[in-house]
T-cell receptor
Framework: DAMVIQNPRYQVTQFGKPVTLSCSQTLNHNVMYWYQQKSSQAPKLLFHYYDKDFNNEADTPDNFQSRRPNTSFCFLDIRSPGLGDAAMYLC????????????????FGPGTRLLVL | AQSVTQLGSHVSVSEGALVLLRCNYSSSVPPYLFWYVQYPNQGLQLLLKYTTGATLVKGINGFEAEFKKSETSFHLTKPSAHMSDAAEYFCAVSAETGGFKTIFGAGTRLFVKA
């Protein structure tokens, strides 16, 4: 019954070595989100996909990229991880975008904890 | 723009005692408000949400929250804490002026003592 799946749960990478985190969903939702959550902090939205339409947050570093090859999968690519990128990365989905008169529930995956050595 | 302030980064209660986690929000337009729970090394799970209508919202696991517009608050309560309630709790707000993006508070870690 897993709905939002993130693999791996723990990822170790080296400083500057590209890394990809993956997320898949069985809900057939249109929207997929990536959040970064540093220790003892609130989740911070990096970007989201509405179907194939990519929406980047203004303050998301260029080092972070995303791909959504199909409805079910979404990837987070970190081109050159720095020590400051060590965090929990949360994937979430919603059926539609939040909008006026339309409150959509976000479903979160369990997260991938990234460690940068 | 919207914002959320959670008062108290850590709250400790005894098992069976009342749980009260405080959340104040800022929004120039009617907000949508949420409480999420996060257990260690897991994602966020929605506890409850407020949209419109009844200001007292009941959620899962015996939690409830009351929207008080005059106080710009959305505090989370549970009459009797259980050991399994120990977790991080996030209040969040979403509104039209922010493009309905979900803005999370910094979180409150709840400890439950036996």
């Amino acid at each position: 019954d897993a709905m939002v799946i993130q693999n791996p749960r723990y990822q170790v990478t080296q400083f500057g070595k590209p890394v990809t985190l993956s997320c898949s969903q069985t809900l057939n939702h249109n929207v997929m989100y990536w959040y970064q959550q540093k220790s003892s902090q609130a989740p911070k939205l990096l970007f989201h996909y509405y179907d194939k339409d990519f929406n980047n947050e203004a303050d998301t570093p260029d080092n972070f990229q995303s791909r959504r090859p199909n409805t079910s999968f979404c990837f987070l690519d970190i081109r050159s991880p720095g020590l400051g990128d060590a965090a929990m990365y949360l994937c979430a989905t919603s059926r539609e975008r939040l909008g006026r008169g339309r409150l959509e529930t976000q479903y979160f995956g369990p997260g991938t904890r990234l460690l940068v050595l | 723009a919207q914002s959320v302030t959670q008062l108290g980064s850590h709250v400790s209660v005894s098992e069976g005692a009342l749980v009260l986690l405080r959340c104040n929000y800022s929004s120039s337009v009617p907000p949508y408000l949420f409480w999420y729970v996060q257990y260690p090394n897991q994602g966020l799970q929605l506890l409850l949400k407020y949209t419109t209508g009844a200001t007292l919202v009941k959620g899962i696991n015996g939690f409830e929250a009351e929207f008080k517009k005059s106080e710009t608050s959305f505090h989370l309560t549970k009459p009797s804490a259980h050991m399994s309630d120990a977790a991080e709790y996030f209040c969040a707000v979403s509104a039209e002026t922010g493009g309905f993006k979900t803005i999370f508070g910094a979180g409150t870690r709840l400890f439950v003592k036996a």
